[in-house]
């Protein structure tokens, strides 16, 4: 059964420090998130990406942060330059409409020292 | 008022026994629900996706939608210590609203 992959699995980094996390979504999927689990808090939505720009972004989502698709199959994530409460999982999701169920990735967890 | 509400639990029940897991939520523009099942520091893991009201049954799980009072649920009938998780109902709105609204997450355990 296809399904989305996320690397790394762990991420530590220094405050201040880039980062990007990588995606690749299921293969025929075209509408492609990303979204963050503080520990113990509630998964919050950050952006989705459709035919190569930004469809939605939330407020979370500021000038840190940016999404690429480098080639026909990833997908990232940067954040220029990390905070202390950056600190989270991060999940990747795919679809293959933007009205048809999203399916996540194990998700890439990120520690800022 | 949060948009999403879910009892975040803890909920320990016996093996074989009926669960019922529920989310209610504010926004009619909600058209579109899910339920996610998530192990411990793993991915959310789709269980059911329903649209309109109603019920919808898949094995031993039943999503159901009320509409009219902005309240889902999910059944799990003979209750396995395999369902032991952290299961997230999930909701968006209709075509064009794309994001994935969540609740906090119910933790359950099925206690053999």
């Known amino acids: 059964e296809p399904e989305v992959t996320q690397t790394p699995s762990h991420q530590v980094t220094q405050m201040g420090q880039e980062v990007i996390l990588r995606c690749v979504p299921i293969s025929n999927h075209l509408y492609f998130y990303w979204y963050r689990q503080i520990l113990g808090q509630k998964v919050e939505f950050l952006v989705s990406f459709y035919n190569n720009e930004i469809s939605e972004k939330s407020e979370i989502f500021d000038d840190q942060f940016s999404v690429e698709r480098p080639d026909g199959s990833n997908f990232t994530l940067k954040i220029r330059s990390t905070k202390l409460e950056d600190s989270a999982m991060y999940f990747c999701?795919?679809?293959?409409?933007?009205?048809?169920?999203?399916?996540f990735g194990p998700g890439t967890r990120l520690l800022v020292l | 008022q949060k948009e999403v509400e879910q009892d975040p639990g803890p909920l320990s029940v016996p093996e074989g026994a009926i669960v019922s897991l529920n989310c209610t939520y504010s926004?009619?523009?909600?058209?579109?629900f899910m339920w996610y099942r998530q192990y411990s520091r793993k991915g959310p893991e789709l269980l059911m996706y329903t649209y309109s009201s109603g019920n919808k049954e898949d094995g031993r799980f039943t999503a159901q939608v009320d509409k009219s009072s902005k309240y889902i649920s999910l059944f799990i009938r003979d209750s396995q210590p395999s369902d032991s998780a952290t299961y997230l109902c999930a909701m968006s709105g209709s075509f064009g609203n794309e994001k994935l609204t969540f609740g906090t997450g119910t933790r359950l355990t099925i206690i053999p």
């Open positions: 999701a795919s679809s293959r409409s933007s009205q048809e169920t999203q399916y």
């Open positions: 926004n009619s523009a909600f058209q579109y």
